[in-house]
């Protein structure tokens, strides 16, 4: 037996991901509540501010392919630890001194950040069984969710004790944990391994080979991901995904300040409940999929996201249930979507491509998301546009990711 696996399981692993899951947001996330004292140390202007926490998500979106082509030459084991590293490199970078180095720091970050996004998809389809795969990509998500929400909380107890260039090298734990856990799980010979890895568990159950009539296996075409129809709906939906949740963190404190007439530190701490909200609908998707499948799940999903624009629309007081609702959505909604990329990978190289594809084009239009939100209420001067901008995504979310998980249910996809 493999000694990443226990019962034909790789828990080992497992712990691994979902460490890494703690590092592929919170870090970042943590930024946002200090972004005003580190603004006046500084002196960096309103626009300068902004970058701070939108300049990760461009990183996602321009860094992707080229995360995507390091991953196919390194290898997935490899190129993890990379981004445990690099996102390491970064967090220390970006305490260590001026606005120069605050963005050098942001931006390594976020680099390193783009191949754990693209890489760890990879190694759940190659590694994880397919009836567990649901369930492994809800912890994955949840981690993230999770860290977004202790160091969105304790950042600013934190800066209070030492500073906000301290509060900030502190999440480096996270980083030390996550290459801890992951040298545990796969350990320093196969973590160091340049160039494809065999599957964790060896049962050649996770690879789609095509044979002939004599038993022999046949040279597979390439997948291209950009004509497979399926993929197209998925980039459309996760693009709804980001867009309706970048919109919404970066706004809804604002919102709940001046439709429910909330004091700023009331609004922030309460619009928490959108990144708690989001651990049970990562967590409760891939358990309620199994039994009712994927399709009907998503449109729970869906139905969830669209309420919470809409409720703030028609019913702003109400804003408790519609924060609530929307967070379990977005938990769920990038979880189902995950899901469905493993499920459609015809292959380990496929997923990486599918992955890129489709978190490319989602964070490209997920970053202009908070400023163009803000530009509607600009030159309204009200609420109600701005968030029928972000109805609209979840409208395309929840139109696209239905059908795309239609077909990528209902039938193998071909290869081209």
């Known amino acids: 037996m493999n000694r990443l696996t226990r019962n034909g399981f790789p828990w080992t692993l497992v712990v691994g991901i979902v460490f890494i899951g703690f590092i592929l ?14 603004s006046e ?8 501010a902004g970058l701070l926490t939108s300049l990760p998500v461009l990183c996602f979106a321009l860094i992707t392919p080229f995360a995507s082509l390091f991953v196919g030459k390194a290898g997935a084991n490899f190129a993890t630890t990379v981004a445990i590293i690099g996102v390491g490199i970064g967090s220390i970078v970006r305490s260590a001194g001026g606005v120069e180095a605050t963005f050098t720091g942001t931006i390594i970050m976020g680099a390193f950040i783009t191949i754990g996004n693209v890489v760890i998809p990879v190694i759940i389809r190659r590694d994880v069984p397919t009836e567990r795969v649901g369930i492994v990509t809800g ?44 040298l545990v799980a796969v350990g320093p ?30 040279a597979a075409p390439e997948p291209r991901t950009w004509r497979n129809l399926s993929a197209i709906l998925l980039a459309l939906a996760f693009a709804g995904q980001a867009f309706s949740y970048y919109g919404l963190t970066a706004w809804f404190p604002t919102i709940l300040e001046q439709e ?9 701490t309460s619009s928490s409940i959108f990144q708690i909200a989001a651990v049970v609908g990562a967590l409760g998707v891939p358990l309620i999929s199994q039994r009712i499948g994927i399709p009907k799940t ?34 769920g909604g990038i979880t ?3 899901m469905l990329i493993v499920q459609l990978s015809l292959s380990g190289t496929h997923a990486r491509r599918l992955s890129a594809m489709i978190q490319g ?15 509607v209420h600009d030159a309204t001067g009200a609420w109600t546009l701005p968030i029928g901008v972000v109805l609209v995504a979840t409208l395309v979310f929840s139109g696209a990711g239905l059908a795309g998980a239609l077909r990528a249910t209902g039938k193998r996809p071909r290869a081209t």
Not at 25 to 38: C, D, F, K, N, W
Not at 148 to 171: D, E, H, K, N, Q
Not at 208 to 216: H, L, N
């Open 25 to 38: 947001r919170g870090p970042l996330v943590a930024v946002a509540p200090i972004t005003g004292q580190i």
């Open 41 to 48: 140390d500084l002196s960096m202007t309103a626009a300068q």
């Open 139 to 182: 912890a994955y998500t949840s981690a993230m969710n999770v860290s977004s929400m202790i160091t969105s909380l304790a950042t600013v107890p934190l800066a209070v004790l030492f500073g906000w260039r301290g509060a900030l090298l502190a999440w480096l734990g996270f980083v030390v944990l996550a290459a801890a856990a992951w």
């Open 189 to 218: 010979k196969r973590a160091l391994h340049w160039g494809p890895v065999r599957p964790a568990i060896e049962t050649g159950a996770f690879e789609t080979v095509a044979i002939d009539t004599r038993g022999i296996p046949l």
């Open 260 to 268: 429910v007439g909330y004091t700023a530190a009331a609004a922030g």
């Open 298 to 331: 998503f449109i729970g999903v869906a139905v969830l996201w669209i309420s919470f624009p809409l409720g703030m629309i028609l019913a702003p007081e109400a804003w408790l249930a519609w924060g609530f609702f929307g967070g379990v959505a977005q938990g």
């Open 336 to 338: 189902i979507v995950f």
């Open 361 to 375: 084009v989602g964070y490209a239009l997920g970053a202009t998301a908070p400023t163009l939100v803000g530009a």
